[in-house]
């Protein structure tokens, strides 16, 4: 449990860092957001919520931190996405590391466990500042731990 908080503090004061980071090149915006999130497992499947934030370092790069809330299941996760191209940003693939509490619905323990997710998301602007996401993330952990979820959400972007 306490390599999962370093692995939560040493991520936030990363993000806390890139807040002054101001190139000639790039502007730092940010986004929140929050959505509706599915589980794709044989054995859990589900609907939840989710809140997010996205620290635009580059034009092409952003760091997301999400937090995913089904009944049984939580999830913190770190994510990397990279558009392919900065000025048709409709799809980007995603990249990052996760830390899921998984509750057992018999005895009520809750076990932690780390994975990394690869996926797909996509955003389109609605207006200037609400833009509407979907991702797709397979998220691959120990043998218990391996599952595919989605999102579905609005984020406001914030300069």
Known sequence: MTKVKF????????????LNTNTASAQVYYSVGAGLAFSFNDDYQDLGTSIRGEFHIAPSTTIVPNYVAF??????????HMKLHPESPLYYPLVGLN???????????????LGA???????????????IFTEYRYIWGDKAYKQGTGNVGLLFHIN
């Open 7 to 18: 692995f939560i503090i040493l991520f936030w004061i990363f993000c806390i860092s890139t």
């Open 71 to 80: 009944q049984y299941l939580k999830i913190f996760s770190a994510d990397l």
């Open 99 to 113: 830390v899921a509490f998984i509750e057992n619905r018999d005895s009520g323990e809750v076990e932690t466990k």
């Open 117 to 131: 997710n690869l996926g797909l998301g996509g955003s389109l602007a609605l207006f200037e500042m609400l833009s």
